[in-house]
């Protein structure tokens, strides 16, 4: 396993340790705005462990993913709605 793995996030090339999670990269790009509420309220991350649903996001054109639940990889493309 590759100790780094890099990926896009918003079109935004970001560089992760190997087995970090894809709302750390998020994060780390400085967007804390994940998705929108139906009523337009902006949404992040709430429990960490992929029960609150709230860190969903789009990879590589999959919609609905929960990135705290998804381990980066090369090349993957991450879409906020924030």
Do not use: W, Y
């Amino acid at each position: 396993m590759p100790e780094t793995v890099t990926l896009v996030v918003n079109g935004v090339s970001v560089e992760m340790p190997a087995g970090s999670m894809v709302s750390a990269a998020i994060l780390k790009t400085g967007t804390h705005a994940f998705r929108r509420s139906v009523t337009g309220e902006p949404r992040g991350p709430l429990c960490g462990m992929g029960i609150c649903f709230e860190c969903r996001v789009t990879i590589d054109g999959e919609q609905h993913c929960r990135s705290c639940q998804t381990v980066c990889r090369n090349g993957m493309d991450v879409r906020t709605d924030g």
